[in-house]
């Protein structure tokens, strides 16, 4: 039985294909194949129902994947400490961050962290704060940054900064002639939101204490996964959108004079770093929260009353 081996079922578990899973492995079918077949003779079980599309566990290959996670996951953990005794800067990274932070966050901090630090990896993706939570637990990723409080058992969560929540607003709407505005002042109907699966949705429909009853209304209906494509449906249809503080960074003058801020108390959403239980890569982590905090405090203005808005992931 080899580390290699148990890399392969749990892909195969993960995507359910053999193809995809040698794929995801950087190897031929042929060769994830022969090395299942041999674990599989090994332990002298049956790990997967060949005869079912898509591939499936069997009950004892069920098991005995989850297993495999849980050796891969000490296996990482044992690797990121010899990373960590040899330099106190050096080693990888692997980062989750929430799509409507992303985009606004990374350019502030990542190119000073790369070129202060050229022995230090890192891997970011944009997810949604459900699976950053996922892969947290699983060990695919050492750290996310997304919106907290989540209340979830097991995380440890380190706030780094509060973002106030402002309106975009079209030049045409009646609610733009207000200099600072109220929840209660938003008509939903004109209020252009999120898809599902991103927190902000939640929390904006939180904010505007929106509730699914039905027709709205509107003649036409457009959900989307940016917040710079909402904000050009702003422009372009009329309307308004809720967007965080550090999206407003490298606003031109014309967009800057649609935005319009909240009366107090503030709402908020509160940034964090999230890591699994207690993560050995204490250093590193210490040194990404130190970068972006610095990075993003300063873009943001401070907040005296603020409103944290709860996350639903």
């Known amino acids: 039985m080899t580390i290699q081996q148990l890399q392969y079922i749990v892909a195969i578990d993960t995507h359910r294909h053999f193809a995809r ?13 022969s090395m299942v077949k041999k674990l599989e003779e090994e332990l002298g079980v ?6 079912k599309v898509p ?9 005995l994947v989850e297993q495999a996670r849980s050796v891969l996951k000490e296996v990482q953990v044992l690797r990121s400490m010899a990373e960590s005794a040899r330099e106190e800067e050096a080693g990888e990274l692997r980062i989750g961050m929430i799509p409507t932070l992303a985009p606004y966050l990374l350019p502030l901090f990542l190119g000073d962290l790369l070129e202060k630090h050229p022995a230090l990896n890192i891997t970011v993706e944009e997810l949604t704060t459900e699976t950053i939570i996922g892969q947290l637990e699983h060990g695919q990723l050492d750290v996310g940054v997304l919106a907290t409080p989540l209340a979830v058992p097991g995380l440890r969560e380190e706030p780094l900064f509060n973002e106030r929540f402002l309106l975009y607003v079209s ?13 209660g002042d938003i008509r939903p109907d004109r209020l252009w939101l999120l898809e599902e699966g ?5 929390q904006v429909m939180d904010l505007c ?3 699914q009853q039905g027709g709205d209304g509107a003649r036409f209906s457009y959900v989307s996964g940016s917040i710079e494509a909402l904000m050009r449906m702003v422009d372009a249809q009329g309307g308004l959108t809720i967007v965080p503080e550090l999206a407003t ?7 800057r004079r649609r935005l319009r801020e909240f009366k107090a108390p503030v709402p908020v959403r509160e940034i964090a770093m999230v890591t699994w239980r207690h993560s050995i890569k204490g250093k590193l982590l210490d040194l ?8 993003a405090s300063a873009h943001l203005r401070p907040v005296r009353s603020p409103r944290v808005l709860p996350v639903n992931p």
């Open 21 to 33: 899973a040698a794929e995801a492995c950087f190897v031929t079918q042929p060769t994830l194949s």
């Open 46 to 51: 049956v790990l997967f129902d060949r005869s």
């Open 55 to 63: 591939v499936v566990p069997t009950p004892e290959g069920e098991l």
């Open 171 to 183: 030049p045409g709407e009646e609610i733009g002639r207000k200099r600072y505005v109220l929840p």
């Open 198 to 202: 991103h927190c902000l949705r939640s």
């Open 209 to 211: 204490e929106l509730r």
């Open 249 to 255: 960074v490298g606003m031109t003058k014309a967009q």
């Open 288 to 295: 990404l929260r130190a970068k972006v905090a610095a990075a």
